[in-house]
Protein backbone atom coordinates (compact mmCIF):
# COMPACT_ATOMS: atom_id res chain seq x y z
CA UNK A 1 0.00 0.00 0.00
CA UNK A 2 1.32 3.21 -0.88
CA UNK A 3 2.10 6.16 2.04
CA UNK A 4 1.65 8.87 -0.85
CA UNK A 5 -1.42 10.94 1.12
CA UNK A 6 -3.19 14.02 -1.37
CA UNK A 7 -1.20 16.38 0.20
CA UNK A 8 1.76 15.50 -1.46
CA UNK A 9 0.28 14.99 -4.93
CA UNK A 10 0.30 19.15 -5.53
CA UNK A 11 4.19 18.16 -6.20
CA UNK A 12 6.81 20.29 -8.28
CA UNK A 13 4.74 20.27 -11.55
CA UNK A 14 1.20 22.11 -10.37
CA UNK A 15 1.07 24.33 -13.17
CA UNK A 16 1.54 21.79 -16.06
CA UNK A 17 -0.86 18.94 -14.40
CA UNK A 18 -3.39 22.11 -14.78
CA UNK A 19 -2.81 24.05 -17.56
CA UNK A 20 -5.92 22.24 -19.60
CA UNK A 21 -7.77 23.54 -16.63
CA UNK A 22 -10.56 26.09 -17.48
CA UNK A 23 -9.35 29.52 -17.10
CA UNK A 24 -12.70 31.14 -14.94
CA UNK A 25 -11.67 34.66 -14.38
CA UNK A 26 -11.34 36.47 -17.65
CA UNK A 27 -15.30 37.08 -18.03
CA UNK A 28 -17.28 37.68 -15.08
CA UNK A 29 -21.19 37.84 -15.68
CA UNK A 30 -22.58 39.64 -12.18
CA UNK A 31 -25.44 41.42 -11.51
CA UNK A 32 -23.00 42.63 -8.64
CA UNK A 33 -20.58 45.28 -8.80
CA UNK A 34 -16.84 44.05 -9.51
CA UNK A 35 -13.08 44.72 -8.18
CA UNK A 36 -10.75 43.27 -9.40
CA UNK A 37 -7.79 42.67 -7.80
CA UNK A 38 -4.00 41.79 -8.87
CA UNK A 39 -0.72 41.13 -7.66
CA UNK A 40 2.04 38.55 -7.81
CA UNK A 41 3.31 35.19 -5.55
CA UNK A 42 6.61 35.83 -4.64
CA UNK A 43 9.03 33.35 -2.87
CA UNK A 44 10.56 33.91 0.59
CA UNK A 45 13.19 36.10 -1.25
CA UNK A 46 10.89 38.29 -3.04
CA UNK A 47 11.58 36.13 -5.89
CA UNK A 48 8.03 35.43 -8.43
CA UNK A 49 6.91 32.09 -8.15
CA UNK A 50 6.06 31.95 -12.15
CA UNK A 51 4.04 28.34 -11.86
CA UNK A 52 1.95 28.60 -8.76
CA UNK A 53 -2.03 28.68 -8.94
CA UNK A 54 -4.75 30.28 -6.61
CA UNK A 55 -7.78 29.76 -6.47
CA UNK A 56 -10.84 32.60 -5.18
CA UNK A 57 -14.15 31.76 -3.56
CA UNK A 58 -16.52 34.72 -2.77
CA UNK A 59 -19.08 34.33 -0.47
CA UNK A 60 -22.52 34.87 -1.00
CA UNK A 61 -21.95 35.52 -4.62
CA UNK A 62 -24.16 32.56 -6.16
CA UNK A 63 -27.09 34.84 -7.31
CA UNK A 64 -25.22 37.74 -8.59
CA UNK A 65 -23.29 34.96 -10.90
CA UNK A 66 -25.84 32.34 -11.21
CA UNK A 67 -25.03 32.13 -15.15
CA UNK A 68 -21.35 30.96 -14.40
CA UNK A 69 -20.80 26.90 -14.23
CA UNK A 70 -19.48 27.64 -10.79
CA UNK A 71 -20.62 30.60 -9.35
CA UNK A 72 -18.32 32.52 -7.13
CA UNK A 73 -15.34 30.36 -8.07
CA UNK A 74 -12.17 31.44 -9.92
CA UNK A 75 -8.76 29.86 -10.40
CA UNK A 76 -6.22 31.51 -12.36
CA UNK A 77 -2.27 30.60 -12.56
CA UNK A 78 0.59 32.80 -12.33
CA UNK A 79 2.74 34.64 -15.11
CA UNK A 80 6.36 35.07 -15.77
CA UNK A 81 6.44 37.71 -13.40
CA UNK A 82 4.19 35.48 -10.91
CA UNK A 83 1.36 37.73 -11.15
CA UNK A 84 -2.37 37.11 -10.95
CA UNK A 85 -5.61 39.10 -11.61
CA UNK A 86 -8.51 37.84 -9.77
CA UNK A 87 -12.26 40.10 -11.06
CA UNK A 88 -14.35 39.20 -8.51
CA UNK A 89 -17.97 40.09 -8.03
CA UNK A 90 -19.17 41.98 -4.82
CA UNK A 91 -22.76 40.74 -3.74
CA UNK A 92 -23.09 42.52 -0.57
CA UNK A 93 -21.26 44.99 1.39
CA UNK A 94 -18.19 42.94 2.71
CA UNK A 95 -19.12 44.58 5.89
CA UNK A 96 -15.54 43.07 7.48
CA UNK A 97 -15.60 40.03 5.68
CA UNK A 98 -13.04 38.82 3.10
CA UNK A 99 -14.02 39.47 -0.21
CA UNK A 100 -12.66 36.62 -0.90
CA UNK A 101 -11.14 33.41 0.40
CA UNK A 102 -7.91 32.46 -1.21
CA UNK A 103 -6.04 29.19 -2.15
CA UNK A 104 -2.83 28.80 -3.07
CA UNK A 105 -0.98 25.81 -4.88
CA UNK A 106 2.95 26.44 -5.64
CA UNK A 107 5.80 23.88 -6.46
CA UNK A 108 7.46 23.18 -3.05
CA UNK A 109 4.65 23.27 -0.72
CA UNK A 110 3.56 20.09 0.59
CA UNK A 111 -0.12 21.12 1.22
CA UNK A 112 -1.63 23.96 -0.34
CA UNK A 113 -2.32 27.08 1.38
CA UNK A 114 -5.50 29.05 2.39
CA UNK A 115 -5.60 32.82 3.23
CA UNK A 116 -7.79 35.69 2.70
CA UNK A 117 -8.32 39.00 1.11
CA UNK A 118 -10.10 42.30 2.68
CA UNK A 119 -10.18 45.67 1.20
CA UNK A 120 -8.76 48.38 2.63
CA UNK A 121 -11.18 50.58 2.15
CA UNK A 122 -13.91 48.23 3.85
CA UNK A 123 -15.26 50.82 6.82
CA UNK A 124 -15.86 47.58 9.08
CA UNK A 125 -12.45 46.18 8.67
CA UNK A 126 -11.67 47.05 12.15
CA UNK A 127 -14.31 44.98 13.44
CA UNK A 128 -13.79 42.17 11.21
CA UNK A 129 -13.62 38.36 13.38
CA UNK A 130 -11.32 37.27 11.59
CA UNK A 131 -9.00 40.26 11.36
CA UNK A 132 -9.28 40.39 14.88
CA UNK A 133 -7.63 36.30 14.98
CA UNK A 134 -4.37 37.63 13.89
CA UNK A 135 -1.55 39.52 14.82
CA UNK A 136 -1.16 43.43 14.27
CA UNK A 137 1.53 43.74 12.96
CA UNK A 138 0.54 40.54 10.10
CA UNK A 139 -2.72 42.29 9.25
CA UNK A 140 -1.54 43.78 6.28
CA UNK A 141 -0.68 41.02 4.75
CA UNK A 142 -4.39 40.36 4.05
CA UNK A 143 -5.42 43.93 2.86
CA UNK A 144 -5.81 44.59 -0.85
CA UNK A 145 -4.45 48.26 -1.24
CA UNK A 146 -6.55 50.31 -3.54
CA UNK A 147 -4.89 51.98 -6.56
CA UNK A 148 -6.01 55.20 -8.87
CA UNK A 149 -7.41 53.26 -11.36
CA UNK A 150 -10.36 51.73 -8.73
CA UNK A 151 -8.27 48.27 -8.93
CA UNK A 152 -6.83 46.58 -5.92
CA UNK A 153 -3.33 45.31 -5.72
CA UNK A 154 -2.24 42.31 -3.09
CA UNK A 155 0.53 40.42 -3.21
CA UNK A 156 1.19 36.64 -1.78
CA UNK A 157 4.35 36.55 -0.19
CA UNK A 158 5.30 32.66 0.77
CA UNK A 159 8.08 32.98 3.27
CA UNK A 160 9.93 35.56 4.48
CA UNK A 161 9.51 39.11 6.80
CA UNK A 162 6.52 39.68 4.89
CA UNK A 163 4.90 36.14 4.52
CA UNK A 164 1.54 36.53 4.22
CA UNK A 165 -1.11 34.93 6.84
CA UNK A 166 -1.63 31.35 6.12
CA UNK A 167 -4.76 29.47 7.84
CA UNK A 168 -5.51 26.20 9.25
CA UNK A 169 -8.02 24.93 7.49
CA UNK A 170 -9.85 21.70 9.02
Given at each position: ???I???????????E??????????????????????????D?????????W??????????A?????????????????????????????P?????????????????????????????????S?????????????????????G????????????????????
Amino acid sequence: MSNITTSQTIGPFPHEAWAWAVELTSRVDSSAPQVKISGAILDGDGVPINDAWAEAWVPGSVAAEASHAIPGYRRVPTNEEGGFTFSLSLPQAPAGKPVAYVTVFARGLIKHQFTAIFLEDDPALAQSALLEQVPANRRDTLIARKQPDGSYQWDIHMQGARETVFFDYT
